[in-house]
Structures are given as C-alpha cells and as structure tokens.
C-alpha cells in the first residue's frame, strides 16, 4: 500500500496549486474566496461520493472478487476526469459583434 499512497501524495501535492490557479483564473477578484470554497467543497464532496460508490459496490461482506470491479471503476472515472481536464471543461468562446453584447444596468447608469 505504500508506494500507491506515497504516488498518490505526490501527485496531490503537485496538482493543487495548478488547479487552484486555474480554477480561479478568470474569476474577479471580489468573487475569489467564493471560487476557492466552491473548489475545496467540489474536492471534498467528490471524495465523499468516490468512497460512497465503492462502499455500495464491496457491498457490507466485500470478496476478493468484488475488488476488482472497484477498482476499474475507479480507474475509470480517475481516467475519465483525466481526459476530460486535458480537454478543458468550457467550450470554445463564441465570437461575438458589437451589436449582440448586453448592456448591464450598471453600464447604463454610469452613461446616464
């Protein structure tokens, strides 16, 4: 078990500061503390529900054979998140004419 939870260690403490930083890259700046707890509670509630499927799928008397279908279905959705973080998670911006941008109340006011 160790040398998985030593990889898995490193792995997490690499990533966090990246997916930190990009999670919040393009959010204002009053808005950050709100972004940040977003992520923390994606985080933890992720965790929450990965071990919460596997509980189900072990079952309360869990068998060597039951393992290995955890197992993959954890790799699964690890590789699935993978692919799909590579990819990125928005789709391409539009392009947008000047005639189509809405006006906010704010803008009007401050023309006013």
């Known amino acids: 078990m160790l040398p998985g939870l030593v990889v898995s260690g490193l792995g997490h403490g690499m990533i966090y500061t990246a997916v930190f930083v990009g999670g919040a890259a393009d959010v204002p700046d009053a808005h950050q503390g709100v972004a940040g707890a977003l992520m923390t509670t994606s985080q933890y509630a992720g965790g929450v529900l990965g ?5 189900i799928l072990l079952g309360d008397r869990p068998a060597d054979a039951r ?22 998670f928005s789709p391409p911006p539009r392009e ?12 009007r006011k401050s023309v006013a």
């Open 51 to 55: 071990v919460a499927v596997l509980a």
């Open 67 to 88: 393992f290995l279908p955890a197992y993959l279905l954890a790799a699964a959705l690890a590789t699935t998140g993978a692919l799909w973080a590579w990819r990125g």
């Open 96 to 107: 947008r004419g000047p005639a189509a941008r809405r006006v906010s109340r704010r803008e």
